[in-house]
């Protein structure tokens, strides 16, 4: 039996130091010093090795797996329950990039099941904060093939055939399974991608480590699964004012964009899934059952399926909304 009611769970974030972060994201553990290069903030993860742990109220202290093996459809939905069973299905991520990720791309479903036994990786991009000079990779700036694709592989032109494209604040990208990317330098971001922690490298930037060691690159297993023509990777939304607007949907996740003026009340009886917030704007206030949880900038909320509606409120925030 369960021994506490669902509420809106906050998870203690796991971060994450990588040659390329920055510390914009520091804060959020007062353990970390201040010149440690944090990339990436897991917020919500059930990743094996990196599983979340719940940080506020009755179920304190314990990891999401736990949760949702105790509370199931409660707190997933019936459909993703079934779907999914006890495997939580979205890794949700705030990334701090102070130098350029390497360029990479990941697979589907079908090649990460064969070769991995796990998910493949769809995932976006919501822009948070960008330097003058911020940009992204997607893509190639030129039709590829994969014998083109492989000449530059060997005489190291690679980084001549990638598309650099400028960024700012709001602006959102889709990176599809196959899909060469790479987060570039003086860009702070949100992800939502599906549980899955598979990359293939094609190049780092002639980094080396302090040992002077290169990363590891996975060129063999990159052919197999890059794809050479793709959709533009850029989405166009909306930013009506107490509306979802919708950004992103498919199969894996479903994310709209909320624009909260003073309140925005959400019903949420018409997913069958959990819903997840996290705020890309200022603070605010989220509302439940009479209480009122503190929702930072940078915060991110676990909503139940069980729970049927809740309220943000803030004189003008911004909130990505994330459900199955």
């Known amino acids: 039996m369960h021994n506490s009611k669902l509420y809106p769970l906050k998870f203690k974030p796991i971060l994450k130091e990588k040659i390329w972060g920055g510390h914009h994201l520091n804060y959020k553990d007062s353990s970390i010093t201040k010149d440690?290069?944090?990339?990436?903030?897991?917020?919500?993860?059930?990743?094996?090795?990196?599983?979340?742990?719940?940080?506020?109220?009755?179920?304190?202290?314990?990891?999401?797996?736990?949760?949702?093996?105790?509370?199931?459809?409660?707190?997933?939905?019936?459909?993703?329950y079934k779907r999914f069973g006890n495997e939580f299905p979205l890794l949700i991520k705030f990334i701090d990039a102070k130098e350029n990720l390497s360029v990479q791309l990941h697979p589907d479903d079908k090649i990460a099941k064969a070769k991995h036994d796990c998910m493949g990786k769809t995932e976006m991009w919501y822009i948070m904060e960008a330097e003058k000079n911020g940009f992204i990779i997607a893509d190639f700036n030129r039709q590829m093939n994969q014998e083109n694709y492989l000449k530059s592989v060997e005489n190291k032109s690679i980084k001549d055939v990638l598309n650099h494209i400028n960024v700012k604040s709001g602006d959102v990208f889709f990176i599809a399974p196959g899909l060469i990317h790479a987060i570039g330098s003086g860009v702070l971001l949100a992800e939502i991608q599906q549980t899955s922690d598979i990359t293939y490298r094609i190049y780092d930037w002639d980094r080396v480590d302090d040992q002077g060691n290169s990363r590891e690159l996975h060129q063999k297993e990159a052919l197999d699964a890059i794809v050479f023509t793709s959709k533009e990777p850029k989405i166009n939304y909306n930013k009506t004012a107490n509306l979802p607007n919708e950004v992103v949907h498919n199969e894996h996740f479903k994310t709209d964009y909320l624009k909260v003026e003073n309140q925005l009340n959400l019903d949420l009886t018409k997913y069958d899934s959990f819903t997840i917030l996290m705020n890309v704007g200022k603070e605010a206030k989220l509302n439940y059952n009479g209480t009122s949880f503190l929702f930072k900038t940078q915060e991110t909320y676990l909503i139940p399926a069980s729970i049927s509606n809740v309220s943000i409120e803030a004189k003008l925030t911004e909130v990505l909304m994330v459900h199955i």
Request: net charge negative; proline share 0%; no cysteine.
């Open 36 to 80: 440690t290069k944090i990339g990436e903030s897991w917020e919500i993860s059930g990743v094996e090795g990196s599983i979340s742990i719940v940080e506020n109220g009755d179920l304190k202290g314990q990891d999401l797996n736990a949760v949702l093996a105790n509370y199931k459809e409660e707190l997933v939905g019936h459909s993703v």
